[in-house]
């Protein structure tokens, strides 16, 4: 009878661990075939130098100083809120995902320029999602210095008016996802849309 009361304890336990394995299997699986589009931006500073209240001709001496330093140095750190579209395929609107760490990178022209890191937790689910993000931005480095010509490239990109000569931008994210059995990096970066 104990013998009995054993293996019927331990085939419940292995049957929850299975359903929970599977319940993350399909969030991964979800949230790896949705589609992600910007939704906006409603606020971004940089070393804590809001950027949409300034045109260029309102900077002062001391926040370009602040900002050349940054970039020299790659220490710029961001900081923004975004809105996030996530559209999760049929079915599987119910399902959210924690996420506990976000790798992005920003490529021009199909050439990796910046990159970071969001250390801050957040959680997605299918429709908008507001996002408040942190996050330091590592301009691509040669020969350990900022490669200046892939900032001038990133300037020229939000100078262009004309949407026809914009290089090629593309965003793209590696999340880390909070599971049942702990954090569980994606593979391989997703690309984010306008």
């Excluded at 949705?34 to 950027?51: P, Q, V």
């Excluded at 999760?88 to 890191?117: C, F, I, Y």
């Amino acid at each position: 009878m104990k013998k009995l009361h054993i293996r019927s304890t331990f085939f419940l336990l292995l049957l929850a661990i299975v359903s929970t394995a599977c319940s993350t299997k399909n969030d991964l699986e979800a949230f790896k075939e949705a589609e992600y589009k910007l939704a906006g931006i409603d606020e971004i500073s940089l070393n804590g130098i809001n950027l949409l209240d300034k045109k260029p001709s309102q900077f002062s001496f001391g926040d370009a100083a602040t900002l050349y330093t940054a970039v020299a140095e790659n220490k710029l750190t961001a900081q923004s809120r975004l809105g996030l579209n996530v559209e999760l395929p049929e079915g599987e609107a119910d399902r959210t995902m924690k996420v506990n760490r976000l790798k992005w990178q920003l490529l021009v022209d199909g050439v990796h320029t910046l990159s970071g890191v969001v250390d801050e937790p957040v959680e997605l689910h299918h429709g908008f999602n507001n996002l408040a993000v942190k996050t330091p931005v590592l301009f691509e480095q040669n020969n350990g210095k900022t490669d200046l010509s892939q900032v001038m490239r990133l300037v020229a990109v939000l100078l262009e008016k004309d949407k026809s000569k914009r290089p090629d931008v593309k965003l793209q994210i590696k999340p880390t996802i909070q599971t049942s059995v702990g954090p569980f990096e994606m593979p391989a970066f997703i690309s984010v849309t306008k």
